[in-house]
């Protein structure tokens, strides 16, 4: 299963863009609130028309500006798992089933029925259904009305962190039954690193290159990709030659592992890739003043910068043993060079 998206469309106070393939995957758009993301997948399904651009789904033209085409989203054959799951309230859950159903049958529903362990539940109404429940409905339906594409916008954004999590996994087990190509969006980093096998970060509208979800959270090109993946760390930098960069928020010269862009503006370091050690011997290793320490539940992080030196605060990391071991003495601390990186925009 193959889509294919470009559209250009002009939001309040910038134009989205986006410029992508996505095939017999996971595919997810992280960005912050209001970025555009949303828009996208209401796009795609056809709730929302773009300016200009093109949808293709398996071969089949969904969207063309040029030639005048511009399918109802009943005939997109499009699974859009929305946050409260629209399940029909005055409905059973068979009948919810039911409904979407091409030739409906006694056969199919059980089968459905068992596949998302929803037995004995087909006469209740989704109101006396846990999330959980509803969540597996909501799925099962778009199985039953043969989507060729699913599409799961923020499904999780308004639940506590227990229950998402508790639906989050289910998903993760529901996702491989499903067996076809999927979407989703969300601003959590987490949620998409786990659930997504690639990534496209839009910022402002702007639809960064996709990558493999591995290869952007340790390589990201850019600096809303490193925000938005999650860096705590991000200092203005230039190359100084083949490979050093200085880093000047930190006031650092730093060794790299690979040779610095020319246009190298800004470096950025993850805060648990830091690491302690017991004198200054060695590039990369630095002695530290701690500016402060908070305690995290399972974790210290301590923001530290060069001694003596009136510099932006770096964000520390570590667990609560190894930072109780360490406290009291002179502090020590090694950037590994394979673990700066680099950004040109």
Not at 129 to 136: A, E, M, Y
Not at 184 to 199: C, F, M, P, Q, W
Request: proline content about 5%; some cysteine; charged content about 25%.
């Amino acid at each position: 299963m193959e889509l294919s998206v470009y559209l250009e469309k002009k939001l309040r106070d910038f134009t989205l863009q986006t410029d992508f393939t996505v095939r017999d995957e996971v595919f997810a758009l992280l960005g912050a609130s209001g970025c555009g993301k949303s828009m996208t997948l209401k796009c795609i399904a056809g709730i929302e028309k773009p300016d200009k651009g093109r949808i293709v789904l398996d071969g089949q033209v969904l969207f063309d500006s040029e030639k005048g085409i511009d399918l109802p989203p009943q005939k997109r054959q499009m699974g859009y798992l929305f946050q409260n799951y629209a399940l029909f309230p005055n409905m059973t859950v068979a009948e919810n089933l039911r409904f979407v159903m091409k030739e409906a049958s006694g056969n199919k529903v059980l089968e459905l029925l068992q596949r998302f362990q929803l037995e004995g539940l087909e006469n209740a109404y989704p109101a006396a259904l846990s999330g959980g429940q509803q969540q597996r409905v909501a799925f099962a339906r778009i199985l039953a009305s043969e989507a060729k594409l699913l599409l799961l916008d923020e499904p999780f954004s308004a639940l506590d962190s227990y229950l998402k999590w508790q639906l989050e996994t289910e998903l993760m087990d529901m996702l491989p039954a499903y067996g076809g190509t999927a979407m989703l969006v969300s601003h959590d980093r987490g949620e998409v690193y786990r659930l997504a096998d690639k990534i496209a970060v839009i910022n402002r509208g702007q639809m960064e290159p996709p990558a493999k979800k591995k290869e952007l959270f340790r390589h990201p090109k850019t600096l809303s990709a490193t925000l938005l993946t999650g860096c705590k760390n991000i200092s203005a930098a230039q190359r100084e030659d083949g490979s050093h960069i200085y880093a000047a928020d930190w006031k650092l010269s730093l060794k790299t592992s690979t040779e610095p862009p020319s246009g190298t503006k800004y470096a950025g370091i993850r805060a648990h890739f830091l690491e302690p050690r017991e004198g200054a011997e060695g590039e990369n290793v630095f002695s530290m003043e701690v500016v402060r320490v908070i305690e995290d539940t399972f974790s210290f992080i301590v923001m530290i910068r060069p001694a003596g030196q009136d510099a932006t605060p770096i964000r520390w990391e570590l667990e609560k043993k190894d930072w109780q071991r360490l406290s009291g003495r002179e502090l020590f601390v090694y950037f590994p060079p394979e673990a700066i990186m680099l950004l040109e925009s």
